[in-house]
């Protein structure tokens, strides 16, 4: 692997790993191709750029010849983990979306706005989470495909709101859910269901909790809940309490974000890769290509858990925040 890469090879990596489109990442590949030196070491990294810009061209050509039909339901995944909103209506799924992403979603007081799924990225601290608003669950029919969307999510967030029947919106959703083998995965241990279940993550975001007297409503509304829950008080309209949502959703996750850093340069603290909990060197040289990880021999560390600048080798296990220089033979 060169080792005297240009800086525009690294600003076009940058843009490779943000993109958000086949067209995006044809376009930084061919950029990251162009500055590759041309010599027998860099034969085996050239011909994988040139693979994956080949399967990308394909894919594309074959979508636009066939004009294949994808379900609105089926939701491409991107970031580190996919949280689907859910919940019945008027209780601030689409307000939440609009509040903690770029996207914009038809927000209204009438009931049943949202029709199909809409995806939008979070932004929690230096990383892209992604976010999906869905349809109401209270209305007479639902699409089974919704229900194929809830079950592949990582985080279920079902919003209720505070000021009209939460208990009553939160167990007629969970009911619902019940209804196509999903449920809490709180709830899985101990549990008498009869038959395979979907067992997701889920936190109860009690939404419109401001004004005067929130608090009192909301210590009710725990009382009446039989059982513990994970809940979360929050307001869209205040924006209170949604840091604690960004970073429950990170802690359930449960990532890591490590930075890169080239020998003899400052490291690239702006876009971080990101890795499970637990992953090591070994595998955060995987990440960023196979070369790394077949000519791996060492690395240095700067971070929590070790001295600035420490020697690691292959199996050390890596911290959030972890800052790695990678010495390849």
Known sequence: MPTNLPPEYYHAEKRYKTAESDSEKIDALEEMLSKIPKHKGTDKLRADYRRRISKLKSAARTSKKTGTHHSAFRVPREGPGQVVVIGPSNVGKSALIVKLTNASPEVSEAPFTTWQPTPAMMAVDDIQIQLVDTPPLDREYLEPELFDLIRQADILLLMVDLQTYPVEQLENTISELRDHKIAPKHLEDGSSDEGYFNYIPLLV?????????????????LELLEGDWPVLPVSVETGYNLDKLKQYVFDQLEIIRIYSKVPGKEPDLETPYVMKKGSTLEEFAGKIHQDFLENLKNARVWGSSAFDGQMVQRDYVLHDGDVVEINIK
């Open 205 to 221: 975001l009690t939404n419109k909790c401001d004004g005067e007297g929130c608090e009192e409503v909301y210590e009710l509304f």
